[in-house]
T-cell receptor, first 114, second 111 residues
Framework: NAGVTQTPKFRILKIGQSMTLQCAQD?????MYWYRQDPGMGLKLIYY???????DKGEVPNGYNVSRSTTEDFPLRLELAAPSQTSVYFC?????????????FGEGSRLTVL | GDSVTQMEGPVTLSEEAFLTINCTYT??????LFWYVQYPGEGLQLLLK?????DKGSNKGFEATYRKETTSFHLEKGSVQVSDSAVYFC??????????FGSGTKLNVKP
């Protein structure tokens, strides 16, 4: 049972570099999300998607981009990395059956921007 | 807008003590409510959930009751163990399947 898989688990970037965090789920969930978790803080929603080809901004989208070409994959692109993007990033997915569908999380990607 | 407020930590308890972590929410409509747990170095895992008023979610000795009149979903456990040490997050699912999280409460249980 793979669930939600994120890669890489760790990455160090220099200021101004770009990278893509990969996320894949094998549960056929229509909803997918990207969150960031800063030390001692809760989770902030970056972007989410309600299905292939449909994405929308969350609370903190600046400096990030996403795409959703398939149901399974939801990559997060960081352009021109800044120290403020140092964080742990979590991808998650969910199904929607009334109110019952919960979030399933990946193990996280720890990003440091120096 | 929708939001979740939970008690700040850290909370430090001795083994077998009673645990309460307070959580209140603001939401339009009738959200589903969740508690997630995060162990060190891991992602978040669902602990329990409730989808309507007066529902009680329970798992691994933890319980929480969806109280619409007080907009609360407090987490309780009668006797904590060292293995319960983790960060606990309260969350709600609002419109458009968007989830909102509290800031997390770190629990330390001492033997």
């Amino acid at each position: 049972n793979a669930g939600v898989t994120q890669t890489p688990k760790f990455r160090i970037l220099k200021i101004g570099q770009s990278m893509t965090l990969q996320c894949a789920q094998d549960m056929n969930h229509n909803y997918m999300y990207w969150y960031r978790q800063d030390p001692g803080m809760g989770l902030k929603l970056i972007y989410y998607s309600v299905g292939a080809g449909i994405t929308d901004k969350g609370e903190v989208p600046n400096g990030y981009n996403v795409s959703r070409s398939t149901t399974e994959d939801f990559p997060l692109r960081l352009e021109l990395a800044a120290p403020s993007q140092t964080s742990v990033y979590f991808c998650a997915s969910s199904y929607s059956i009334g109110g019952a569908g919960e979030l399933f999380f990946g193990e996280g990607s720890r990003l440091t921007v120096l | 807008g929708d939001s979740v407020t939970q008690m700040e930590g850290p909370v430090t308890l001795s083994e077998e003590a009673f645990l309460t972590i307070n959580c209140t929410y603001t939401a339009t409509g009738y959200p589903s409510l969740f508690w997630y747990v995060q162990y060190p170095g891991e992602g978040l895992q669902l602990l329990l959930k409730a989808t309507k008023a007066d529902d009680k979610g329970s798992n691994k000795g933890f319980e929480a009751t969806y109280r619409k009149e007080t907009t609360s979903f407090h987490l309780e456990k009668g006797s904590v163990q060292v293995s319960d040490s983790a960060v606990y997050f309260c969350a709600l699912k609002g419109g458009f399947n968007k989830f909102y999280f509290g800031s997390g409460t770190k629990l330390n249980v001492k033997p």
